[in-house]
């Protein structure tokens, strides 16, 4: 039986799935390589939506490390931290007023017994930080967490002082569910604002359940009645 209100701990990725910034974040890389080849970008902003949930750090290290060098462009890998600090900076003018998914209060209050946990490949600082802003840091007693850590370093990190056993992980990439998988948990898409844009093959393949947001949850908090396989 899967009831979410049973689960003792969830974990919840960030974009995609609390807030619908996936597609800022993906302007916002546009915006920093607008310098660059427009061919050299889409790729780029393909490896970027194939890996939801890497940190910023990698994918820009590979922006300068694999797909200049690969197209015979010359790059210089101590570019990379410029580039970093520019692409926070774009993000967060436009991430302070992010739609945050709707009826998190009520979800929180029909898991009143269940430990929360955000895990995302965002920066650690800047979550804490925005979801202090909007007023939803609160909810979060598990803790919010980031790079410079991946998501698997945090959980296994978490899993050396606490049981993880009896949780739930929710996201929107094939990143998060091979997260998910590695520690046993149960893994629910979320897929109204998910980038992966071939994702109902994904979870028909996987045979995985899906929502599409969070507030779907407090219609029906049972997985088992959810939709499995797209």
């Not at 302007?27 to 890996?51: G, P, R, T, W």
């Not at 570019?79 to 209060?105: D, H, K």
């Not at 899993?159 to 998988?181: P, T």
Request: net charge negative.
């Amino acid at each position: 039986m899967l009831n979410i209100a049973t689960k003792r701990k969830i974990f919840f990725d960030c974009d995609g799935v609390i807030t619908n910034s996936n597609h800022i974040k993906t302007e916002a890389f546009i915006k920093i390589f607008e310098n660059y080849d427009e061919k050299l970008v889409s790729e780029f902003i393909d490896y970027h939506k194939i890996n939801g949930g890497i940190s910023r750090e990698v994918k820009i290290n590979h922006f300068f490390s694999c797909i200049l060098p690969r197209n015979g462009v010359k790059s210089d890998l101590s570019e990379v931290s410029e580039y970093v600090q520019r692409y926070g900076e774009i993000l967060w003018s436009r991430i302070v007023s992010v739609e945050i998914v709707r009826g998190l209060s009520d979800l929180r209050e029909l898991t009143a017994k269940s430990r929360w946990f955000v895990i995302s490949g965002g920066s650690e600082s800047e979550l804490n930080k925005l979801f202090e802003l909007r007023g939803i840091r609160t909810y979060f007693d598990g803790g919010i967490y980031g790079n410079p850590r991946s998501k698997k370093e945090i959980i296994r990190s978490i899993s050396k002082n606490q049981d993880i056993a009896n949780s739930v992980f929710l996201g929107d990439s094939y990143y998060d569910f091979e997260v998910a998988s590695e520690f046993n948990m149960d893994f629910i898409f979320v897929s109204n604002w998910t980038e992966m844009s071939e994702w109902k093959g994904f979870v028909k393949e996987n045979k995985l359940k899906t929502i599409s947001s969070l507030a779907m949850l407090l219609e029906n908090a049972d997985f088992n009645t959810l939709i499995q396989g797209g």
